[in-house]
């Protein structure tokens, strides 16, 4: 006698039948791929919040916003997609087509906010 692995009821059918109904199947699958990727989701939505607090903040294509301020609506500078150097040795890291770089100016941090441009793909 089998026993559903999802609502623990008996099994009524096929001796190999592994679930009783097609909805427990279903169910039992969709817990299993949540648990197993719930590292790609969190990640995922990380980058997604930063990506929108980005392009909410760079209106005009380059800004500078207060470091704190992007903070406290919960921005995670350590979550990004890709990063670019430009000449002066500066780093721009990106989620996705928005990026900043960490800049200090009158003892007060800052990032300056850029969209990918097309030169930067050499």
Known sequence: ???????????????????????????HQYQNRKSEEALYYTIDKKLKTNRKLLKAYNKSGMSTVRKEKLLSEGFDPTYFTHYWKNKKGQVYLFCYEYGFLDLKENQKEKYLLVTWQDYMDR
Not at 7 to 16: F, P
């Open 1 to 27: 006698m089998n026993i559903c692995p999802h609502c623990n009821s008996k099994i009524i059918g096929r001796s190999d039948k592994k679930y009783c109904s097609i909805h427990c199947k279903s169910a």
